[in-house]
């Protein structure tokens, strides 16, 4: 096996990832290997910007995931494009060989359960009753509930006025159609291109969200769903507690362009922070790390967050918490993502010698050959 491993993406892939399976359009399966040097989970880890979200405990859960999800989505209203194609459209059955061998690896009868089910209801209830999949899964039921309108859609309903009213801005009445003035959702339903805006069920998507933000509370947008679900309710203090906790996640988590959430990132990279500026400024003021990403401009902001993990990193070291100091250096590089591709080799040398010394093994060796990607690749 080569020390320099293909499928390594180094730098947009976070170091503790190992890719086993590749879909048809350059995303991965991949393996995350945690503290504990074990492979706890299997993620899906999307090429075009290297967002990652859960897919199963185990291999054989993120194929039956990724085999079923047309079944799982089949009566969704929404207009939206997803983000993420599925493996293919037809392999629900038992032929698809990939999926025959998944189900060889789950609680008995659940196979024979899955194929009698009448519709994604049942098919869904199904693997949540065997908790599998159940991020990946609640993901899909927070978009069925929040049924967004596509942008290229609302662009198509507006006309001329589209350009004037900015794409922007049409994200944002996407993400919460609430938020569109009743001129213009007047235009939109009735207009010449006329669409019909489906209802949103911010209370079903408040449900679901709450339930990630328990199974995997490292997860942006468990967090930013329930905090603008909180938000629309009127439960401010709610929503900060909230959203405070997704600004501690990293932006690879927040499914923004699925959630629609993008409209709000710009100026704090993070739909979390600048929801936190805008419900209560002193709350940035507060805190060292929130400042520091609100204060820096858009083109550099990256580069000082990077900056500021290092430092804490060795403020951490010089308190001999090793531990402590391999999350910063790991937050250093997949936090908001660091600067130019050249910067990694840095940070990877740093998550591989505090990984070493706090004794995590697997994620040190893990580092190493990505380390080693990023030399052979790009001679950094």
């Given at each position: 096996m080569t020390e320099a491993p293909e499928p390594i993406w180094p730098g947009l892939m976070s170091c503790d990832l190992i890719p086993l399976i590749e879909s048809t359009s350059g995303d991965w399966l991949c393996v995350r290997v945690d503290e504990n040097s074990v492979a706890s989970e299997?993620?899906?880890?999307?090429?075009?910007?290297?967002?990652?979200?859960?897919?199963?405990?185990?291999?054989a859960q993120a194929i039956i995931f990724d085999g079923l999800i047309d079944?799982?989505?089949?009566?969704?209203?929404?207009?939206?494009?997803?983000?993420?194609?599925?493996?293919?459209?037809?392999?629900?059955?038992?032929?698809?060989?990939?999926?025959?061998w998944a189900f060889g690896h789950i609680p008995e009868?659940?196979?024979?359960?899955?194929?009698?089910?009448?519709?994604?209801?049942?098919?869904?209830?199904?693997?949540?009753?065997?908790?599998i999949a159940e991020v990946a899964i609640h993901c899909e039921l927070v978009l069925k509930s929040l049924c967004f309108p596509s942008v290229e859609s609302?662009?198509?309903?507006?006309?001329?006025?589209?350009?004037?009213?900015?794409?922007?801005?049409?994200?944002?009445?996407?993400?919460?159609?609430?938020?569109?003035?009743?001129?213009?959702?007047?235009?939109?339903?009735?207009?010449?291109?006329?669409m019909k805006l489906l209802e949103q069920d911010w209370k079903s998507a408040q449900v679901h969200a709450?339930?990630?933000?328990?199974?995997?509370?490292?997860?942006?947008?468990?967090?930013?769903?329930?905090g603008y679900s909180q938000e629309r309710a009127g439960h401010r203090d709610l929503a900060i507690q909230a959203y405070c906790k997704a600004a501690q996640c990293s932006v690879f988590t927040d499914q923004s362009v699925r959630m629609?959430?993008?409209?709000?990132?710009?100026?704090?990279?993070?739909?979390?922070?600048e929801r936190i500026r805008q419900l209560d400024e002193t709350m940035i003021?507060?805190?060292?790390?929130?400042?520091?990403v609100t204060k820096a401009t858009e083109a550099d902001r990256r580069t000082v967050v990077t900056e500021y993990w290092k430092k804490k990193a060795v403020e951490h070291l010089e308190a001999e918490d090793v531990a402590a100091a391999l999350e910063c250096y790991m937050a250093a590089g997949w936090d908001l993502g660091a600067g130019p591709i050249t910067v990694y080799g840095d940070i990877l040398e740093r998550v591989h010698e505090t990984a070493s010394q706090c004794g995590q093994r697997a994620r040190a060796e893990l580092a190493a050959t990505h380390r080693r990607c990023l030399l052979e690749r790009y001679g950094i």
């Open positions: 299997v993620v899906q880890w999307y090429h075009g910007g290297g967002d990652w979200i859960p897919w199963g405990h185990d291999i079944r799982i989505s089949s009566d969704s209203r929404r207009h939206a494009i997803p983000a993420v194609v599925p493996r293919s459209s037809d392999h629900g059955g038992r032929n698809d060989e990939l999926l025959d009868g659940l196979a024979e359960s899955l194929e009698t089910a009448r519709d994604s209801q049942q098919v869904t209830a199904c693997l949540l009753n065997a908790q609302l662009q198509l309903a507006m006309g001329q006025e589209a350009d004037a009213i900015g794409r922007n801005q049409l994200t944002q009445w996407a993400f919460d159609t609430a938020r569109i003035p009743e001129k213009y959702r007047q235009q939109i339903e009735f207009g010449e291109h006329g709450e339930v990630v933000t328990t199974l995997a509370p490292q997860l942006a947008w468990g967090w930013e769903i329930l629609n959430t993008h409209w709000a990132t710009e100026d704090a990279s993070k739909f979390s922070i003021e507060k805190s060292d790390y929130l400042s520091t």
